[in-house]
């Protein structure tokens, strides 16, 4: 069984290796996943915009998210391969408050950075945190 293209037994593996580097995934659809992003998590403020990141994938992670999401970048490409393209929110310290603590629906109490990788069919959404 798949949800957008996604088998749901790499998605779910993928989920509970990535918790334990705080990292959490989740997938959403190859077209207008921006808004599917707001409406889950119930965002007011719906101004960012994702824009393209240009250095390769492990990059990216290494530059925004730190070394300790390296395992993760790994293991998503490992399940679902390279990523056809990486983008982040532009402006996005608003959008990081409106997920954070008792006021928002973010797994973690303090969001660090959010990443979307496009794939064919669908977007997982990476969103590193914490709750300390």
């Known amino acids: 069984m798949t949800l957008d293209g996604v088998p749901r037994d790499k998605l779910s593996e993928l989920d509970d290796f990535s918790m334990k580097y705080e990292v959490a995934v989740n997938a959403f659809?190859?077209?207008?996943?921006?808004?599917e992003f707001f409406d889950f998590y119930k965002i007011k403020n719906r101004t960012p915009k994702p824009?393209?990141?240009q250095n390769s994938f492990f990059e990216i992670v290494l530059e925004r998210c730190g070394e300790f999401c390296l395992p993760v970048a790994e293991k998503a490409v490992s399940?679902?391969?390279e990523p056809k393209r990486v983008t982040v929110f532009d402006n996005d310290s608003a959008l990081k408050e409106e997920l954070e603590g008792d006021r928002g629906l973010a797994p973690?109490?303090?969001v660090f950075e959010v990443?979307?990788?496009?794939y064919d069919g669908f977007?997982?959404?990476f969103i590193s945190g914490?709750?300390?």
């Not at 990443?115 to 496009?118: G, N, P, R, V």
């Open 51 to 53: 824009m393209a990141l």
């Open 108 to 110: 973690f109490y303090f």
């Open 29 to 35: 659809g190859a077209e207008n996943y921006s808004e």
């Open 123 to 125: 977007t997982l959404c």
């Open 115 to 118: 990443l979307f990788c496009e």
């Open 79 to 81: 399940l679902f391969g």
């Open 130 to 132: 914490s709750n300390n």
